[in-house]
């Protein structure tokens, strides 16, 4: 009596489900790759274009902003409304030599386009007058381009030593403090009465 075998003869071939398989892992991984190249982007486009962690390593901002906190850093409103008195903002060291520290600054805007900045040299305000006695007492800033100091005036390498910045070395504006929680709230823009803003200055002209 002759028996005849019920088994799919061997071909070496992989069976449908060894292929089904593979098809679902290779899919998988496809897809794990394609979420983190999506991701990178968006944190590249995020980082570039709208918001930056920074954390600040000078005293120069005490008692406003002090060492090892941690702020964002925004990118994306200035390109729109531009820099006025009072803000705060973060950029690259100018004049930087290779070799030197490349630790952004973080300053206060004083002076805009166009100003005269002048330090009040009799009016008793030493902390305000340059630490470097070879310095002017006035600048004249040119256009694209801000006068910057610390809050912490007598710790803070600013604009009375190295003049006034370039719009281009700006990172942004300091916008919000993230850590320590117990600090954790926007950085203000203070109101100077005195002085005309950009927006009143553009108005004034217009009439």
């Known amino acids: 009596m002759t028996y005849l075998s019920t088994e799919p003869p061997d071909t070496g071939a992989p ?3 060894e292929r089904a398989g593979s098809r679902r892992a290779l899919g998988c991984a496809f ?8 991701t990178l982007l968006i944190y590249l486009v995020i980082h570039n274009f709208v918001a930056q962690p920074f954390e600040v390593q000078q005293r120069s901002m005490v008692p406003t902003i002090a060492p090892a906190e941690y702020i964002l850093i925004d990118k994306l409103t200035p390109r729109f409304d531009g820099y006025h008195y009072g803000d705060v903002v973060v950029f690259e060291p100018p004049n930087a030599e290779p070799g030197t520290d490349p630790t952004p600054f973080i300053k206060r805007i004083i002076g805009l386009p166009g100003d005269t900045v002048s330090l009040d040299v009799e009016g008793g305000t030493a902390p305000t007058l340059c630490p470097d006695p070879d310095c002017p007492n006035a600048w004249e800033i040119p256009a694209g381009s801000y006068f910057v100091m610390g809050d912490n005036r007598l710790e803070s390498q600013d604009s009375r030593s190295f003049g006034p910045i370039e719009e281009e070395l700006i990172l942004g ?3 919000l403090r993230y850590f320590p929680l117990e600090r ?3 950085i203000e ?3 100077y009465g005195n002085l005309p803003d950009r927006d009143d200055e553009a ?3 217009g009439e």
């Open 173 to 175: 504006r300091a916008w």
């Open 31 to 38: 897809e794990i790759v394609e979420t983190l190249v999506l």
């Open 203 to 205: 108005t004034t002209a």
């Open 15 to 17: 069976a449908s489900g």
């Open 184 to 186: 954790v709230g926007i």
């Open 189 to 191: 823009r203070p109101a």
